[in-house]
Structure formats: C-alpha cells, structure tokens
C-alpha cells in the first residue's frame, strides 16, 4: 500500500518522538513518557484564521495525540479532571450515559463498575454503541446520575432541544459534563443556517462537522436550564499539574454542572 506524503511526515514525527531519549512528557492515561504529542491537520499555524483570532479554546491542536496510544487531548484532560474532582467513586453503582464515547475514557468509565453504563452516539462506530439522538433520547425522566458529552453539543442541531433533554433524563443531584469549544472573546453564539458547506463551517465554526460557534453566553445558557454550574479552571482544580507535560490546554476549563 503506498503511503501518502502526508502520512509518512506524520509515522516520522511518531517515530521521532518515541525514538528521543528527551521524554519530558509523558501521557497520563497509558503512561508512556514521550518527547512530545502529535498536532491535529497541522496544528494552529494551518487553523482557520477566525479561531485564531478569537482564540478559540478547546482541543490544544499543537499537542493533541499521544503518539503511543493516540489518545487526544481533550481525553486526557478529562481524565485528569475526573481524577481531581472526586468523580470515579461516585461512578460506581451509577447510572451513566455517555455520548461519543472516547475508546480510553469508555474504558475507565467502565471500570468503576457503574450499574448502567450506556454508551451512545448518533452515529455508532460499534456494536456496543446505542444509537441515540441527543434531541429526542429513548430514557424515561431522571434515568442516569452521569450524562458525559464531551465535545458533542457543537454538533447538536438545536442547543436548547439537546439541553431541555439533558436535563430531563439526569436524577436531581446527577452530573452532566458538557465539555465543548467557546470563544471567550465572543458575548453570543455564533450560528447563520446559510453556513451549510464544509468549508463554510470549517472556517465560520473551526471544523467541517460543526454548526455553531459558542461564545462565552455558553455557561448562562446551560445555568438558565436549571442546572448549578460547577465550571472549574485547570490552574483551580490541577494547580500542581504541568499542562504541557501532559500535553492538555491549560486555558481549557472543567464544564462540569449538576442537576
């Protein structure tokens, strides 16, 4: 099979970084150290110039695979958070749905032997994967003490839909982690329906597959549903925790709320 130009650049920067004897960073979920992280199509220097602009905050694209495991970033800091926030013992026994479930996180989630463990996805990649739609679930009222969405509400086609079924299906006390990219610099969300093309969304939203751009009105919109914001910052809840050893966004906030 011949390789691409681009796929060899990227087996060579992989090799390099497992290869160097300078591993100062080290991936926190398969616990290699490594010499650096993979970047996303190119990293910030081939982003599109409004997210760079507006200095869009989510995935650190720069450092964003671990070049042994291929966790992401945004897994990786999700892991963290869990950890420092006290999380994993209330998983167990727990009720959990959990929407695109990333394969490392999927798999600690499953660990803390919750006593349901949905995992969903409009889409579903697996056999273990429900097909769900965010906008209309299949659960009854006040079903789960987890609902986990991580990075999905920017590909949701009505916000407030997505957030009034949330709500609905989470026990009163139940946590919702809704992590998704914003732009601080941004008073409103940003979505036009005339922005239908991948291109168009790529360079309006900062990828082809999303339909919005939050700004920071992002956290008063999911408080406004009722729920009681539990948002924390890296420097707050991982203040001893070196973002870039670890290859996460150090700007990238906990969005963590509760029923």
């Given at each position: 099979?011949?390789?691409?130009?681009?796929?060899?650049?990227?087996?060579?920067?992989?090799?390099?970084?497992?290869?160097?004897?300078?591993?100062?960073?080290?991936?926190?979920?398969?616990?290699?150290?490594?010499?650096?992280?993979?970047?996303?199509?190119?990293?910030?220097?081939?982003?599109?110039?409004?997210?760079?602009?507006?200095?869009?905050?989510?995935?650190?694209?720069?450092?964003?695979?671990?070049?042994?495991?291929?966790?992401?970033?945004?897994?990786?800091?999700?892991?963290?958070?869990?950890?420092?926030?006290?999380?994993?013992?209330?998983?167990?026994?727990?009720?959990?749905?959990?929407?695109?479930?990333?394969?490392?996180?999927?798999?600690?989630?499953?660990?803390?032997?919750?006593?349901?463990?949905?995992?969903?996805?409009?889409?579903?990649?697996?056999?273990?994967?429900?097909?769900?739609?965010?906008?209309?679930?299949?659960?009854?009222?006040?079903?789960?003490?987890?609902?986990?969405?991580?990075?999905?509400?920017?590909?949701?086609?009505?916000?407030?839909?997505?957030?009034?079924e949330i709500w609905r299906v989470l026990k009163p006390g139940g946590w919702a982690i809704l992590q998704t990219p914003y732009c601080a610099?941004?008073?409103?969300?940003?979505?036009?329906?005339?922005?239908?093309?991948?291109?168009?969304?790529?360079?309006?939203?900062?990828?082809?597959?999303?339909?919005?751009?939050?700004?920071?009105?992002?956290?008063?919109?999911?408080?406004?549903?009722?729920?009681?914001?539990?948002?924390?910052?890296?420097?707050?809840?991982?203040?001893?925790?070196?973002?870039?050893?670890?290859?996460?966004?150090l700007n990238e906030p906990f969005m963590l709320f509760r029923k």
């Open positions: 099979m011949k390789l691409s130009a681009q796929k060899i650049i990227r087996l060579s920067k992989r090799y390099a970084m497992l290869a160097s004897p300078l591993k100062t960073k080290q991936c926190c979920l398969c616990g290699h150290k490594v010499a650096g992280f993979l970047a996303h199509a190119g990293g910030w220097k081939k982003a599109p110039q409004l997210m760079t602009a507006l200095k869009m905050v989510g995935s650190d694209i720069d450092h964003f695979a671990c070049p042994v495991c291929y966790s992401h970033d945004r897994e990786r800091h999700q892991w963290l958070y869990w950890q420092a926030a006290g999380l994993l013992p209330r998983m167990h026994g727990a009720h959990i749905l959990h929407f695109a479930p990333e394969q490392h996180l999927a798999q600690r989630v499953a660990a803390q032997q919750p006593a349901t463990y949905i995992k969903a996805d409009l889409y579903p990649n697996a056999a273990d994967i429900q097909k769900v739609d965010l906008l209309q679930m299949p659960f009854t009222d006040d079903q789960f003490n987890f609902l986990i969405a991580n990075h999905v509400m920017e590909h949701v086609a009505n916000v407030s839909q997505a957030l009034a610099t941004l008073q409103h969300t940003w979505e036009d329906a005339g922005i239908q093309s991948t291109t168009q969304r790529l360079a309006a939203y900062g990828q082809e597959d999303h339909v919005r751009l939050f700004g920071q009105d992002i956290f008063t919109r999911i408080e406004a549903i009722g729920f009681s914001s539990l948002v924390t910052t890296h420097n707050e809840l991982l203040p001893n925790t070196s973002s870039k050893k670890y290859g996460v966004n």
